[in-house]
């Protein structure tokens, strides 16, 4: 391995990430440069002035988030690592992620990293040293446990991807944790000599040129060092909606096995090192405990220094969006989270993709475009998904074509993540859409709409997005203003963002029909993005929103 190349991120204003508008990249299914038919840094490399080239002709985002790159056998497509300081040949290189840092910094990007610390693979090196037997350098590297007297695991712990959470090792005689899939076995971060291998992850990739890391499952670090069984989920209990199937297997609240309180020791040790290089962390923070709690949990990681810079949760992935959701998901996020700034998303690499979920195909350019504009209005920081300036949809994947080892286990209860995982699609007029030049695709290349008719259409989502990211970037108002509810009247929802020398007005209907609202001010300048094609009409104070319409206006 080369010794790492000490690359200077490109200039960093204090708290950027607040103003910042992150792009989450899943590598595998981005561009395929080298036509093996899987997505590569190469391919990132090569459309990132689709990104922000500087010139007004990309989207404008600030930052990428990568899910995982890093060598892996793939069990659950890099979130399973087995070298946390390399890159998987699959993606490229070393020098190509030089290569990335570089040419994304020179256009103003930042690079942010998912880094999975709760568990590696089941090939790392250290795993398959602790595994041997009790006494050697990296026994206690992984969080082991005897048997019952009966040979069964020792509590009734289970995994997210199904069955017991526990997986018996002959070689050693006890049995292993993993929260996941058997190749996934948990780090024993109470121990501290893991700790500080894990912080020399960090420093590897921050000398190399990364502005930030997103941290998979951070509320998984630690568990219930007696192993007590969590207790069983009490009847019609509310789960926490995340834009796929329940799990069958979530019978038990997981007191014991996640959400521990020591969890946020692990996560401040990690803050400690972030600081160190002035980078910043997204952490996954994800409860099955009902909204509240997911609510709660989130704010309570992003306390300023010392927590999480940005808690990334799965509170706007419910199935059914309106304006009562949403105000009450504000105004909770509001409330709680004291001096740590918000985080939002509509979608991920794990959930049905936003225009599906939300079911907005008898309005595609309505509702969809209506919540990325106000994805990028709300007090906090915005992560869009690949591919949602192009209104990917939800793939109905056979299961000849499935590749997720989740709906693999599950199938057909559960059909697992791959349809919301499909290649870009960059051009209707080449094969596999110009995700490649011909070999095919580890997923389908099956979207129905194509970047290049999204540029030929002036009211496409792109194009939407683009303007309203131009917009943002004018008004600071838009980037770290404070939030304010106006009114929330049925189906429309008002409210205001503020700076000392700037008021924004937000307004959005989330009805089929027209509705009128009485503003309390009168609004001076609407500043609605043109390309979205609902046009709204003020007088005096009086605002008429089309159905699904969104306004925004300066007092």
């Known amino acids: 391995m080369q010794k790492p190349l000490n690359f200077k991120s490109s200039p960093l204003s204090e708290n950027w990430w607040e103003s910042a508008v992150f792009y989450q990249i899943y590598p595998r299914s981005f561009k395929d440069s080298n036509n093996d038919g899987i997505g590569d840094l190469g391919g990132v490399i090569e459309k990132l002035d689709h990104l922000n080239d500087g010139k007004g002709g990309g989207l404008g985002i600030d930052a990428i988030w990568f899910s995982p790159f890093f060598p892996s056998p793939q069990a659950d497509f890099g979130y399973d690592v087995s070298d946390y300081c390399n890159i998987d040949s699959d993606y490229g290189t070393l020098e190509d992620f030089d290569q990335l840092v570089e040419e994304s910094h020179r256009r103003g990007i930042k690079i942010v990293l998912d880094l999975v610390l709760n568990h590696s693979s089941y090939q790392h090196k250290w795993f398959q040293e602790s595994r041997k037997n009790k006494t050697n350098s990296k026994a206690d590297w992984y969080v082991w446990a005897d048997p019952k007297p009966d040979g069964s695991p020792p509590n009734n712990w289970l995994a997210v991807f199904g069955g017991a959470a526990w997986t018996f090792e002959p070689q050693r005689g006890q049995y292993y944790l993993h929260n996941f899939l058997p190749e996934q076995p948990d780090l024993n971060w109470y121990n501290p000599a893991v700790r500080e291998a894990l912080a020399d992850v960090v420093r590897f990739w921050m000398k190399r040129g990364a502005d930030g890391f997103r941290l998979d499952t951070a509320n998984y670090y630690a568990y219930d060092r007696q192993l007590r069984d969590n207790p069983k989920r009490p009847e019609n209990s509310e789960l926490i909606e995340d834009g796929q199937e329940a799990n069958p297997l979530s019978q038990y609240i997981t007191k014991y096995s996640k959400d521990r309180p020591e969890n946020l020791g692990f996560i401040h040790f990690l803050r400690k090192i972030f600081d160190e290089n002035g980078a910043i962390s997204i952490g996954e923070i994800g ?5 509240e709690s ?32 949403l105000e009450h998901v504000l105004r909770v996020t509001e409330e709680s989270i004291g001096d740590g700034w918000p985080c939002w998303s ?33 007090r906090g920081t915005p992560i869009i998904y690949y591919g949602e300036e192009v209104d990917m949809q939800e793939y109905e994947i056979t299961k000849d074509e499935l590749r997720d080892p989740q709906g693999i286990r599950f199938w057909p209860d559960i059909k697992g993540r791959d349809g919301c995982r499909l290649p870009f699609p960059w051009d209707s007029k080449l094969t596999n859409q110009g995700f490649n030049s011909g070999t095919k695709p580890w997923l389908p290349a099956a979207n129905k709409l194509s970047l290049d008719q999204a540029k030929a259409d002036s009211g496409s989502t792109f194009h939407v997005l683009q303007e309203m990211l131009q917009i943002r970037k004018k008004f600071p108002a838009l980037q770290n203003g404070s939030y304010q509810k106006i ?25 089929t029909e027209e509705q009128s609202i009485n503003l309390p001010y009168k609004v001076t300048k609407d500043l609605t993005p043109k390309a979205y094609k609902r046009f709204c009409t003020i007088k005096n104070e009086l605002l008429t929103l089309p159905a699904f319409g969104y306004f925004l206006g300066d007092k």
Do not use: P, W
Not at 287 to 291: F, N, Q
Not at 299 to 320: P, R
Not at 367 to 376: D, E, I, K, R
């Open 287 to 291: 409860s099955a405990e009902g909204l």
């Open 294 to 325: 997911t609510l709660k949990l989130g704010t309570d990681y992003v306390k300023k220094g010392k927590g999480l810079h940005l808690a990334y949760t799965f509170s706007m992935f419910n199935k059914n969006m309106n304006t009562e959701y």
């Open 346 to 378: 509509l979608s991920n690499h794990d959930c049905m993709r936003m225009i599906s979920r939300f079911d907005c195909f008898g309005e595609r350019d309505g509702f969809q475009q209506m919540m990325l504009l106000l994805l990028l209005s709300l």
């Open 487 to 511: 009114l929330l009247d049925g189906d429309c929802f008002v409210f205001e963002r503020k700076t000392a020398g700037e008021t924004m007005l937000i307004a959005a209907n989330f009805s």
